[in-house]
C-alpha cells in the first residue's frame, strides 16, 4: 500500500523558517514534490525533484524554498526560509513513479497535507 505522511507543518513569524518531510511507503518514486493550498485558492505546484536530483521550483519560491531527497530513506524534503504570511497554505506532498516533465502535473499518489501558518 503506498502511503504519503507529511510532517514539520506548524505556526511561524513572517521571516522564519520551517521543514517538511514527506515519507513514502509502499513503492519508490521518480518524482516527488510539494504543492499548496491556501483558504479560497486552487492548489498550486511548489516544487519538485527526480530521483536523478534535477529540481524545478515555482517562480514564487524560488532562492527561499529548497527541495532534497534522500532515496535510501524515500523521503522528501523542503526547507522553507524568509516565509511570508502568502505562504500560508496546506502543502501536500506528491510522489510519481515516472520521471514527469517540467513543470510536473499528473502525480499519481498524494499525502494528506501539513498546515504551515506565517503570521505578520
Known amino acids: 500500500q503506498v502511503q504519503l505522511v507529511e510532517s514539520g507543518g506548524g505556526l511561524v513569524q513572517a521571516g522564519g523558517s520551517l521543514r517538511l518531510s514527506c515519507a513514502a511507503s509502499g513503492r519508490t518514486f521518480n518524482t516527488m514534490g510539494w504543492f499548496r493550498q491556501a483558504p479560497g485558492k486552487e492548489r498550486e505546484f511548489v516544487a519538485a525533484?527526480?530521483?536523478?536530483?534535477?529540481?524545478y521550483y515555482a517562480d514564487s519560491v524560488k532562492g527561499r524554498f529548497t527541495i532534497s531527497r534522500d532515496n535510501a530513506k524515500n523521503t522528501v524534503y523542503l526547507q522553507m526560509n524568509s516565509l511570508k504570511p502568502e505562504d500560508t497554505a496546506v502543502y501536500y506532498c506528491?510522489?510519481?513513479?515516472?520521471?514527469?516533465?517540467?513543470?510536473?502535473?499528473?502525480?499519481?499518489?498524494w499525502g494528506q497535507g501539513t498546515q504551515v501558518t506565517v503570521s505578520s
Open positions: 525533484i527526480r530521483w536523478s536530483g534535477s529540481i
Open positions: 506528491a510522489a510519481d513513479r515516472r520521471a514527469l516533465g517540467w513543470p510536473p502535473s499528473g502525480f499519481g499518489s
